[in-house]
């Protein structure tokens, strides 16, 4: 099986220390990993050509070809490697210059601990996707999104100690139409605001940084596609039907008194969880547009002619996507699973399970697409992980349950 092989990882580096360095505290990692350390953009290609990598970490700033500009001819010649670039924090204009290239964005030092958990979160992908020509074919895709620059700062500014409410709201601010869109969902009825507000900061005071987060990734999203073809993809129905799966899974995830931790990451992965559609959508816009009325024609689910078109469906494609950009593993799950959950191996309440029902639901009440069959409840699922009578009760939690 693919997924039992040793994960293979370039370190591109043109510090000398550095690469001495690297190998002794990676040492641990090496029964997991096949690890491969060179001093230049130029080495690395050269090994690249003849050493298939599932992950390359390059350094910015190096003489000759620069980290960005090595990591461009990494994508273009070998899309299947997941690409990870580290930089100190003050060469932040260069750090946003590469957000079309880059998976995920580390600094510089970068402690250990943070180095291999990024690795592994962006190789978590070949278990979610297998078969490699899968991803290979997603990751050809002319129209993959990047990571909106706006997200990548409030990355960074969450990492900085010194950052505050203020410096979040500013960074916020920089995006007017972003700002316009998460005042809106901050005032509406999900969150019970006490009294209308206009005020950034005062938005994100009282809703936390990690839900604005959320805001901000799939807001930032979804305006990548605003003016493009999406194959009879309607783009505000598809931010709607999203919204309301992010208050319902949240909902069912407060009914289930699961952590915060479980409740933020149902409201992301609800946010998020169809973002597949859109990169589907964006890059076969006529073959999509036949997906749909051939689903409407035949009564079937949606996803069962993306399977028989693509060979794979909707939520393959997000939870690839944000798996490159390294999302929490339960945000990742449940993007990737939430028509299938039963692929999970845990046999407990998670995001998961909260997003699987909350997009059922919430289509079974009202349905996105006019004629298309909604998905369907996997029971086997709820029994297997003890919540075969929790549906009834789910089902009154949404009556009560506003869009965010």
Request: charged share 25%; hydrophobic share 45%; proline share 5%.
């Given at each position: 099986?693919?997924?039992?092989?040793?994960?293979?990882?370039?370190?591109?580096?043109?510090?000398?220390?550095?690469?001495?360095?690297?190998?002794?505290?990676?040492?641990?990692?090496?029964?997991?990993?096949?690890?491969?350390?060179?001093?230049?953009?130029?080495?690395?290609?050269?090994?690249?050509?003849?050493?298939?990598?599932?992950?390359?970490?390059?350094?910015?700033?190096?003489?000759?070809?620069?980290?960005?500009?090595?990591?461009?001819?990494?994508?273009?010649?070998?899309?299947?490697?997941?690409?990870?670039?580290?930089?100190?924090?003050?060469?932040?204009?260069?750090?946003?210059?590469?957000?079309?290239?880059?998976?995920?964005?580390?600094?510089?030092?970068?402690?250990?601990?943070?180095?291999?958990?990024?690795?592994?979160?962006?190789?978590?992908?070949?278990?979610?996707?297998?078969?490699?020509?899968?991803?290979?074919?997603?990751?050809?895709?002319?129209?993959?999104?990047?990571?909106?620059?706006?997200?990548?700062?409030?990355?960074?500014?969450?990492?900085?100690?010194?950052?505050?409410?203020?410096?979040?709201?500013?960074?916020?601010?920089?995006?007017?139409?972003?700002?316009?869109?998460?005042?809106?969902?901050?005032?509406?009825?999900?969150?019970?605001?006490?009294?209308?507000?206009?005020?950034?900061?005062?938005?994100?005071?009282?809703?936390?940084?990690?839900?604005?987060?959320?805001?901000?990734?799939?807001?930032?999203?979804?305006?990548?596609?605003?003016?493009?073809?999406?194959?009879?993809?309607?783009?505000?129905?598809?931010?709607?039907?999203s919204s309301r799966a992010a208050g319902a899974a949240k909902a069912i995830a407060k009914s289930e008194r699961a952590g915060r931790q479980v409740i933020e990451d149902a409201m992301?992965?609800?946010?998020?969880?169809?973002?597949?559609?859109?990169?589907?959508?964006?890059?076969?816009?006529?073959?999509?547009?036949?997906?749909?009325?051939?689903?409407?024609?035949?009564?079937?689910?949606?996803?069962?002619?993306?399977?028989?078109?693509?060979?794979?469906?909707?939520?393959?494609?997000?939870?690839?996507?944000?798996?490159?950009?390294?999302?929490?593993?339960?945000?990742?799950?449940?993007?990737?699973?939430?028509?299938?959950?039963?692929?999970?191996?845990?046999?407990?309440?998670?995001?998961?399970?909260?997003?699987?029902?909350?997009?059922?639901?919430?289509?079974?009440?009202?349905?996105?697409?006019?004629?298309?069959?909604?998905?369907q409840i996997d029971l086997l699922y709820l029994a297997k992980i003890g919540r075969t009578d929790a549906l009834d009760r789910w089902r009154d939690e949404l009556n009560e349950a506003?869009?965010?």
């Amino acid at each position: 099986m693919e997924d039992q092989r040793k994960l293979s990882v370039l370190f591109v580096d043109d510090e000398p220390a550095l690469l001495e360095l690297l190998p002794r505290l990676l040492a641990d990692m090496s029964e997991h990993w096949h690890m491969e350390f060179v001093g230049s953009a130029e080495q690395g290609l050269e090994l690249m050509a003849h050493v298939a990598f599932d992950v390359v970490v390059s350094d910015l700033n190096m003489p000759g070809m620069r980290g960005n500009e090595f990591l461009t001819e990494v994508r273009e010649r070998y899309p299947l490697s997941a690409r990870i670039i580290y930089s100190s924090y003050s060469d932040q204009r260069s750090i946003l210059e590469c957000v079309g290239v880059i998976h995920q964005f580390l600094p510089k030092p970068c402690p250990t601990e943070l180095l291999k958990a990024t690795i592994q979160r962006a190789a978590m992908i070949r278990s979610l996707l297998p078969n490699p020509a899968i991803r290979e074919k997603i990751s050809k895709m002319e129209r993959i999104p990047s990571m909106p620059t706006l997200y990548l700062e409030l990355i960074r500014k969450l990492q900085s100690q010194d950052s505050s409410i203020d410096d979040i709201a500013k960074t916020v601010a920089q995006d007017i139409g972003m700002t316009a869109q998460i005042l809106k969902i901050v005032n509406s009825a999900f969150f019970g605001l006490p009294h209308p507000t206009s005020n950034i900061a005062e938005a994100i005071s009282f809703i936390g940084v990690e839900t604005v987060k959320h805001l901000v990734l799939a807001a930032g999203i979804f305006r990548q596609f605003e003016s493009r073809k999406l194959g009879g993809l309607s783009l505000e129905t598809l931010w709607q039907h999203s919204s309301r799966a992010a208050g319902a899974a949240k909902a069912i995830a407060k009914s289930e008194r699961a952590g915060r931790q479980v409740i933020e990451d149902a409201m992301a992965a609800g946010l998020l969880h169809d973002v597949g559609k859109l990169v589907l959508a964006s890059n076969y816009p006529d073959q999509y547009e036949e997906i749909g009325r051939q689903a409407q024609a035949k009564q079937v689910e949606w996803l069962v002619e993306e399977r028989e078109v693509f060979g794979f469906e909707h939520a393959d494609v997000g939870g690839y996507l944000l798996g490159l950009w390294g999302l929490p593993p339960p945000v990742v799950e449940a993007v990737a699973f939430h028509h299938f959950p039963t692929k999970s191996e845990r046999a407990s309440f998670t995001a998961l399970t909260a997003v699987h029902a909350a997009n059922v639901l919430v289509q079974t009440q009202r349905p996105t697409h006019g004629g298309i069959v909604p998905p369907q409840i996997d029971l086997l699922y709820l029994a297997k992980i003890g919540r075969t009578d929790a549906l009834d009760r789910w089902r009154d939690e949404l009556n009560e349950a506003p869009a965010i």
